[in-house]
């Protein structure tokens, strides 16, 4: 498989297929539509066969109408219930918004800030790519789509081989490193979930080596993720995502930290929104790894004080420690 095609992730493809069905006022084949838009496009040239690319079209049709993107189905005039050459197409009428929407200006500005996660571009140079595959295939194409074209950056490079890995129903293969762990043990997991918590990403599944249901810690998996050939009932994907968030859930009401934050800091700006309560002696903000919230808690330098458990007190102030002392290496 080339490497486009494995660094295409799925949601990049629902993207580009709402992207092509928005830019033609006629609609496009199913034929059209696999050959054309990128995602499909790269899936055939790599060797997929037909009848899975249009199960893969199947599934993202679904996909994107449980979203609320309404694809509408365009059968053949003489007779409309013969589908053999249906084009589809989203109208724009129905998806754009509707004229008596106002924003105000704090929603704006709260717009704009979120716009930083997309590109300069309306569309991603793959999505635009195949806009021109289907001009020169005569198909006009409507006035150009701002906005479909996500450019979110993921520090974690195993996100998207998790995410392939979870819609394909394989078993991966990676290296993890515990907390207050330096070494690193291979683990053989069915992933059955990815999920965002606390502003970290998590892949929750089913560890075959430990024989258990475990939740991993993306940053803590130093090499690369294996997708293995063999796999797993796609029905254990279903309500992983919310087992995930409970189990965390569960284990950060069992640790919580008390802080001493200085005021108009970013450690406050940051903290004060996890906080359960707050008084004299300090904020309240539960965590769920130890090492990961003593790493951020440093980080803030003399912003912060942790007041209790002495146990983080302690991995703070032994990061800060080995600060100052790389520092004075660097200046002997």
Same mark, same amino acid.
């Given at each position: 498989?080339?490497?486009?095609?494995?660094?295409?992730?799925?949601?990049?493809?629902?993207?580009?297929?709402?992207?092509?069905?928005?830019?033609?006022?006629?609609?496009?084949?199913?034929?059209?539509?696999?050959?054309?838009?990128?995602?499909?496009?790269?899936?055939?040239?790599?060797?997929?066969?037909?009848?899975?690319?249009?199960?893969?079209?199947?599934?993202?049709?679904?996909?994107?109408?449980?979203?609320?993107?309404?694809?509408?189905?365009?059968?053949?005039?003489?007779?409309?219930?013969?589908?053999?050459?249906?084009?589809?197409?989203?109208?724009?009428?129905?998806?754009?918004?509707?004229?008596?929407?106002?924003?105000?200006?704090?929603?704006?500005?709260?717009?704009?800030?979120?716009?930083?996660?997309?590109?300069?571009?309306?569309?991603?140079?793959?999505?635009?790519?195949?806009?021109?595959?289907?001009?020169?295939?005569?198909?006009?194409?409507?006035?150009?789509?701002?906005?479909?074209?996500?450019?979110?950056?993921?520090?974690?490079?195993?996100?998207?081989?998790?995410?392939?890995?979870?819609?394909?129903?394989?078993?991966?293969?990676?290296?993890?490193?515990?907390?207050?762990?330096?070494?690193?043990?291979?683990?053989?997991?069915?992933?059955?979930?990815?999920?965002?918590?606390?502003?970290?990403?998590?892949?929750?599944?089913?560890?075959?080596?430990?024989?258990?249901?475990?939740?991993?810690?993306?940053?803590?998996?130093?090499?690369?993720?294996?997708?293995?050939?063999?796999?797993?009932?796609?029905?254990?994907?279903?309500?992983?995502?919310?087992?995930?968030? %409970?189990? &965390?859930? $569960?284990?950060?009401? =069992?640790?919580?930290?008390? !802080?001493?934050? /200085?005021? *108009?800091?970013?450690?406050?700006?940051?903290?004060?929104?996890?906080?359960?309560?707050?008084?004299?002696?300090?904020?309240?903000?539960?965590?769920?790894?130890?090492?990961?919230?003593?790493?951020?808690?440093?980080?803030?330098?003399?912003?912060?004080?942790?007041?209790?458990?002495?146990?983080? %007190?302690? &991995?703070? $102030?032994?990061?800060? =420690?080995?600060?100052?002392? !790389?520092?004075? /290496?660097? *200046?002997?």
């Amino acid at each position: 498989m080339s490497t486009e095609a494995i660094r295409s992730a799925p949601e990049e493809r629902l993207v580009n297929l709402v992207v092509a069905l928005l830019a033609t006022e006629q609609g496009l084949t199913k034929d059209t539509i696999l050959s054309s838009v990128s995602g499909y496009r790269e899936q055939g040239a790599a060797g997929a066969s037909k009848d899975a690319l249009e199960k893969m079209f199947e599934r993202d049709k679904d996909s994107l109408r449980s979203l609320g993107v309404p694809i509408e189905t365009i059968g053949d005039y003489a007779d409309p219930d013969d589908l053999r050459e249906a084009r589809y197409r989203v109208p724009t009428s129905e998806y754009s918004l509707p004229v008596d929407i106002d924003f105000t200006p704090a929603e704006i500005a709260v717009l704009n800030l979120a716009s930083g996660v997309w590109g300069e571009s309306s569309m991603s140079a793959s999505a635009r790519s195949g806009l021109r595959k289907i001009q020169a295939l005569g198909i006009e194409v409507d006035a150009p789509i701002i906005g479909y074209a996500p450019r979110i950056s993921l520090r974690e490079p195993s996100f998207a081989p998790l995410q392939r890995a979870i819609e394909q129903g394989r078993v991966v293969e990676f290296d993890y490193i515990k907390g207050g762990s330096d070494a690193a043990h291979r683990r053989r997991v069915q992933p059955w979930a990815l999920v965002e918590y606390d502003g970290r990403w998590h892949v929750y599944g089913f560890d075959l080596l430990q024989d258990a249901e475990r939740t991993f810690l993306l940053s803590r998996i130093p090499s690369d993720v294996v997708v293995t050939r063999a796999s797993f009932d796609l029905s254990l994907r279903e309500g992983a995502g919310e087992k995930a968030i %409970a189990g &965390l859930d $569960a284990v950060a009401a =069992r640790q919580q930290a008390r !802080l001493q934050v /200085e005021p *108009g800091t970013e450690a406050l700006l940051r903290l004060h929104r996890r906080a359960l309560s707050e008084d004299e002696t300090g904020c309240l903000v539960p965590y769920v790894d130890a090492q990961v919230f003593a790493d951020e808690l440093a980080s803030y330098g003399p912003e912060v004080r942790v007041i209790d458990p002495p146990y983080l %007190a302690e &991995l703070v $102030a032994s990061r800060l =420690r080995r600060a100052r002392d !790389l520092h004075a /290496e660097v *200046g002997a």
